[in-house]
Structures are given as C-alpha cells and as structure tokens.
C-alpha cells in the first residue's frame, strides 16, 4: 500500500479496506487453492482409513500422522517462518532446504527404529518416507507465500490425485490400511524429492551457523516444540491412560474437521511476511492488518465450525462407519477447540513476524503446563470426552493469551498506542 492508503486504512472504514486488500490479493487465493488441495488428499486418506480400519489401528494410524504434522511443523516453525519474516536470497533458500534436509533424516533416524522395536508400522514407513515429505512442505510453503505460486499448486494436485487413488482402493478393499498408508507416504516423498531437485535447492543435510538465522530458528523451533509437544504429549498420555481406542476417537472426530485446517494453513503461510510488512508503517496499521486477516478467518471458519459441532449422524455413519460413535460425543468440543486455535492463528504469526521468539517461548511454555496438566487429569479422571472439554477450554484460553501478548509486543516495537 502506498502512505495515502496507510493513511486511509487507520480511518473509520479501513478495516473494510484492509480486508478488501487482502481478498483482491491473488497470492490469497493460490494460497486457498493449494490448501484446499491438501486437505482433500489428506482427507482422502484419512477418511478411508476411518472407514476401514478398527478403532485401535486407526489410533495407531493417528499417532503416525501426528508425528508427520508434528515434524512438518517444525520445519515451518524452524526454517520457513525466520525465512518468511525477511526477504530470502536464493543462496538463503538452498540453505533453507539443506537444513529441512537435516531435520528430516534426524527424524527418520528416530521414528524406523523406533517403529520397527515397537511393532507400529505406520511409524517406520513415516520415518523412511520423513526426509521426502519435509521438502515437500518447504517447497510448498516457501512458494506459496513468496516465489513461484504455481510450484506449490503442482506438487499439492499430483500429491491429491494419487492420495484420492488409495482412498478408493481402500474403500474398494483393493488395498490393506497400510498399504495405502505407504502409497500417501511414498508419494508424498517421491514429490518433495522432484521438486526440491528441480528448483536446484539443496539436499544435502547439513546447518548454515548464521548467527542471526540460527537464533531465530532456535527460538521459533523451540516454541514449536514446546507448543506441539505439549499436544503430543497429550495425544500419547490420553492413549495410556484412555487407550488408543480413545486416541482412535479423537483422530476419527479431528478428521471431519479438516477443511477448517485449509483457511488455518494458508493464513499461518501468508500472515508473517504480510504483517512484517505493515510494520514498517506503524503499529495502528500492522494491527488493522491482524484484525482484518482474522475477521476473514472467521468469516470462513466459524460456519463450517458450526456445521461440523452438530454433524447429522447419518453423514457421519456414512463417512467413519462403526467408528462415528466414538467421535460422535467429542465432536462439538473439538470443533470449539479448532476455532479458538483459527482464532490464535494471526497473533501468533504476528510474533513471527516481529521476531519476538523469547516472548512467544515463555507464552508457549506457560500455555503447554496448563494444557498438559488439564487434559491429561481430566482424561485420567472422567476418559476421552472430559479430555476433549478440557482442550476446548485451554485453546480458548490461549486465544485470550496470544491476542493480548501479541498487542503488547506491537505496541513495544513500534511505540504506538494501538
């Protein structure tokens, strides 16, 4: 935006600008696209593994996903996010990758043996198929938000097409669970690979020690880890002190929420080098942008949200089979927990974008030991649908956190009142 339009957009009816800006961006709607894609692949599968597959294997299934969003997380948080709050070189972006590169073969380090000990296949075939996989999503979220859009918007359909294969296989019973686990995977891999190489970003996996670049992926990573890891520590726990069968429940209602994940992904990607750049014109602005980003958000979350709370039984008997009635109960409240969480989304990409990592990390780490003693407890004294109450609650509670932390550190680093 040009200084009049700045100056404009803190008037009465900038907020309606701002979010006309925003809806006349192209890189908005390349953005949806690509994670409307996503999230029809990933559905695909996992809505056909829902269906096929008994409550336990579908918790086994569960905990084997939840390691993939957790290390594609991380490779956002780490590398991707400290590249998007500055304009990257190219010679930036081979590092990037190379970096992605070694996080992902840390990982499958990890997860093969560990899957191969513990008899959990799904864990060994995403540990072989990790490194592939992490490119994959560097390569898409890079281009999304900052180069070649169309990049981003191949890789995701070709990855779509094959994923929506295995789900009719599975529904055909033409494939076992697993098998079509290992098509999703190794597709996804094999994609990441052919993308990275063609773009000629590098492989190897190896870490640059720019000391700047490594202190913002320490601090982004870390928070990261501490957030997510609080999430997974409560996906493993309720599984112990629950059973999988209640981890099986919470995948199976978290599956029908999935569309919801299409406006969180692509606000998350586009939200920081936006907001970094709104506050080169002050804290009024970059906070006009905030709350107009979120507005959208809202604006296509909470009704689908809505929808999903109080799913008619016969969809959801049609979609999950046998296992609709374990997701039935926690439904409304993983709903209301994925709205606070599409709520957080802006503030906590603010943080990114004003590279504010020890106050994110301390908000972090505050919010993980409220949430793990919470839902851990409630799992442990009244099963999965107590713990599903006490996510709700705690997302909400971050919500209230992360918006007011975020406005404080906007008005410290610009010194405006907001």
Same mark, same amino acid.
């Given at each position: 935006?040009?200084?009049?339009?700045?100056?404009?957009?803190?008037?009465?009816?900038?907020?309606?600008?701002?979010?006309?800006?925003?809806?006349?961006?192209?890189?908005?709607?390349?953005?949806?696209?690509?994670?409307? $894609? +996503? %999230?029809?692949? /990933?559905?695909?599968?996992? *809505?056909?593994? &829902?269906?096929? =597959?008994?409550?336990?294997?579908? @918790?086994?299934?569960?905990?084997?996903?939840?390691?993939?969003?957790?290390?594609?997380?991380?490779?956002?948080?780490?590398?991707?996010?400290?590249?998007?709050?500055?304009?990257?070189?190219?010679?930036? $972006? +081979? %590092?990037?990758? /190379?970096?992605?590169?070694? *996080?992902?073969? &840390?990982?499958? =380090?990890?997860?093969?043996?560990? @899957?191969?000990?513990?008899?959990?296949?799904?864990?060994?075939?995403?540990?072989?198929?990790?490194?592939?996989?992490?490119?994959?999503?560097?390569?898409?979220?890079?281009?999304?938000?900052?180069?070649?859009?169309?990049?981003?918007?191949?890789?995701?359909?070709?990855?779509?097409?094959?994923?929506?294969?295995?789900?009719?296989?599975?529904?055909?019973?033409?494939?076992?669970?697993?098998?079509?686990?290992?098509?999703?995977?190794?597709?996804?891999?094999?994609?990441?690979?052919?993308?990275?190489?063609?773009?000629?970003?590098?492989?190897?996996?190896?870490?640059?020690?720019?000391?700047?670049?490594?202190?913002?992926?320490?601090?982004?990573?870390?928070?990261?880890?501490?957030?997510?890891?609080?999430?997974?520590?409560?996906?493993?726990?309720?599984?112990?002190?629950?059973?999988?069968?209640?981890?099986?429940?919470?995948?199976?209602?978290?599956?029908?929420?999935?569309?919801?994940?299409?406006?969180?992904?692509?606000?998350?990607?586009?939200?920081?080098?936006?907001?970094?750049?709104?506050?080169?014109?002050?804290?009024?602005?970059?906070?006009?942008?905030?709350?107009?980003?979120?507005?959208?958000?809202?604006?296509?979350?909470?009704?689908?949200?809505?929808?999903?709370?109080?799913?008619?039984?016969?969809?959801?008997?049609?979609?999950?089979?046998?296992?609709?009635?374990?997701?039935?109960?926690?439904?409304?409240?993983?709903?209301?927990?994925?709205?606070?969480?599409?709520?957080?989304?802006?503030?906590?990409?603010?943080?990114?974008?004003?590279?504010?990592?020890?106050?994110?990390?301390?908000?972090?780490?505050?919010?993980?030991?409220?949430?793990?003693?919470?839902?851990?407890?409630?799992?442990?004294?009244?099963?999965?649908?107590?713990?599903?109450?006490?996510?709700?609650?705690?997302?909400?509670?971050?919500?209230?956190?992360?918006?007011?932390?975020?406005?404080?550190?906007?008005?410290?680093?610009?010194?405006?009142?907001?």
């Amino acid at each position: 935006m040009e200084e009049e339009d700045q100056k404009k957009a803190v008037t009465k009816g900038g907020i309606l600008a701002t979010v006309s800006g925003i809806v006349r961006s192209g890189r908005v709607y390349f953005g949806i696209t690509t994670n409307v $894609l +996503s %999230s029809v692949g /990933n559905f695909a599968i996992s *809505i056909s593994l &829902a269906r096929v =597959l008994g409550i336990s294997e579908l @918790g086994e299934f569960a905990v084997a996903f939840a390691f993939y969003v957790f290390c594609a997380g991380l490779i956002r948080a780490a590398v991707c996010e400290p590249l998007l709050a500055m304009s990257p070189s190219r010679l930036a $972006l +081979s %590092s990037g990758s /190379n970096r992605v590169s070694l *996080i992902g073969f &840390a990982f499958a =380090l990890l997860l093969v043996p560990f @899957g191969l000990v513990f008899s959990m296949p799904y864990i060994a075939m995403l540990g072989l198929a990790l490194p592939g996989l992490v490119l994959f999503d560097y390569s898409k979220s890079m281009n999304l938000a900052m180069f070649d859009r169309k990049i981003s918007l191949i890789q995701e359909s070709v990855w779509t097409f094959v994923s929506m294969i295995a789900g009719t296989l599975l529904l055909l019973d033409r494939i076992t669970g697993f098998q079509g686990f290992v098509i999703w995977a190794a597709s996804g891999a094999v994609i990441g690979f052919t993308t990275v190489l063609w773009q000629s970003f590098g492989i190897r996996p190896t870490w640059n020690l720019a000391k700047n670049d490594t202190h913002n992926a320490l601090a982004f990573g870390g928070d990261y880890i501490i957030g997510s890891g609080a999430s997974q520590v409560n996906f493993n726990l309720i599984g112990v002190v629950a059973g999988l069968a209640s981890v099986g429940s919470l995948r199976a209602g978290g599956t029908l929420l999935g569309p919801v994940s299409i406006v969180i992904g692509s606000a998350q990607t586009l939200a920081i080098p936006y907001l970094s750049r709104g506050i080169a014109h002050g804290g009024r602005v970059t906070a006009l942008r905030a709350l107009a980003s979120t507005s959208l958000i809202a604006v296509l979350s909470i009704p689908i949200l809505a929808i999903m709370a109080f799913f008619p039984p016969f969809l959801g008997e049609m979609l999950l089979g046998e296992n609709w009635a374990y997701a039935e109960p926690v439904l409304p409240f993983l709903a209301l927990e994925m709205a606070a969480i599409a709520m957080t989304t802006v503030p906590f990409a603010g943080f990114r974008a004003l590279q504010a990592g020890r106050a994110s990390v301390l908000i972090r780490f505050s919010l993980a030991v409220i949430r793990v003693t919470t839902v851990v407890l409630a799992a442990t004294v009244s099963g999965v649908l107590a713990a599903a109450i006490a996510m709700a609650f705690t997302s909400c509670l971050g919500a209230i956190v992360w918006w007011s932390g975020y406005l404080f550190q906007l008005r410290r680093k610009t010194r405006t009142a907001i």
